[in-house]
T-cell receptor, first 117, second 114 residues
Framework: DAGVIQSPRHEVTEMGQEVTLRCKPI?????LFWYRQTMMRGLELLIY????????DSGMPEDRFSAKMPNASFSTLKIQPSEPRDSAVYFC???????????????FGPGTRLLVL | AQSVTQPDIHITVSEGASLELRCNYS??????LFWYVQSPGQGLQLLLK??????LVQGIKGFEAEFKRSQSSFNLRKPSVHWSDAAEYFC????????????FGGGTRVLVKP
C-alpha cells in the first residue's frame, strides 16, 4: 500500500486566501484524522471521521476551518480565510478499527507544510 | 481527561550509548500506548505499541518500551544508539474510553553525537 497520501506537500499563500488540503487514507481504513503541528502547541487533533462521518470536531480552532470526507478514499481540510497564525504542518492519519479493539494504530501521512503570509 | 507528559524536551546522547526516553500518562481506564518517531520534514512513524499482555514491548529499529501501570509510565529504550536515531519522539495514549482519539506528548528531540 502507498500509505496515507497528502497534497500538496507545501503551500504558501497570502492572508485571506482559501486553502484546501487533501488526504487519501490507506485503503480499507475506516478512521481518518486531521492534526496540526506547531512549535508552540505541539501536535493537536483537529477532527476525525469514522466511515466518512465526522465524530469529533472539538479541536477545530474556529469557523474558518472546515473538513469533509465525501467518500472513503478522500478528505479535505479547508481554511477560509487563512491567517498567518494558521501556519503549521497539517497531518492526516488513518486507522482501521478491529472488533474488540476500538483503537488501532494510526498511520500518518507526510504532512502539508502551510505558510500563510 | 487524558494527558501525556514527556519531561525531557531535548536529549543528547553519544553514538553507541544507551537511550531512555520518559513518558508519563494520565488516563482513567486501561490505556493503549504508542511511541512514534518523526524525522525532520517527515510524518510520524510508529515505533511500537502496547494494548495488553506482556508489559515489555519490542518495536522496530531495536527499540523497546515497558509499561508500568503503578508508575503510569511507558518509557522507551534502546541499548545502542545509531546516528540515524536522531529525531523527535512522541508518546501517545488512547483507549476505548477515548473513542479513537490519541493524545500526544510534547515530544523529545534526540541529538546523537559522533
Amino acid at each position: 500500500d502507498a500509505g496515507v497520501i497528502q497534497s500538496p506537500r507545501h503551500e504558501v499563500t497570502e492572508m485571506g486566501q482559501e486553502v484546501t488540503l487533501r488526504c487519501k487514507p490507506i485503503s480499507g481504513h475506516d478512521y481518518l484524522f486531521w492534526y496540526r503541528q506547531t512549535m508552540m502547541r505541539g501536535l493537536e487533533l483537529l477532527i476525525y471521521f469514522n466511515n466518512n462521518v465526522p465524530i469529533d470536531d472539538s479541536g477545530m480552532p474556529e469557523d474558518r476551518f472546515s473538513a469533509k470526507m465525501p467518500n472513503a478514499s478522500f478528505s479535505t481540510l479547508k481554511i477560509q480565510p487563512s491567517e498567518p497564525r494558521d501556519s503549521a504542518v497539517y497531518f492526516c492519519a488513518s486507522s482501521l478499527s478491529l472488533a474488540g479493539v476500538h483503537q488501532e494504530t494510526q498511520y500518518f501521512g507526510p504532512g502539508t507544510r502551510l505558510l500563510v503570509l | 481527561a487524558q494527558s501525556v507528559t514527556q519531561p525531557d524536551i531535548h536529549i543528547t546522547v553519544s553514538e553507541g550509548a544507551s537511550l531512555e526516553l520518559r513518558c508519563n500518562y494520565s488516563y482513567g481506564a486501561t490505556p493503549y500506548l504508542f511511541w512514534y518517531v518523526q524525522s525532520p520534514g517527515q510524518g510520524l512513524q510508529l515505533l511500537l505499541k502496547y494494548f495488553s499482555g506482556d508489559t515489555l514491548v519490542q518495536g522496530i529499529k531495536g527499540f523497546e518500551a515497558e509499561f508500568k501501570r503503578s508508575q503510569s509510565s511507558f518509557n522507551l529504550r534502546k541499548p545502542s544508539v545509531h546516528w540515524s536515531d536522531a529525531a523527535e519522539y512522541f508518546c501517545a495514549v488512547g483507549g476505548r474510553a477515548a473513542g479513537n482519539k490519541l493524545t500526544f506528548g510534547g515530544g523529545t528531540r534526540v541529538l546523537v553525537k559522533p
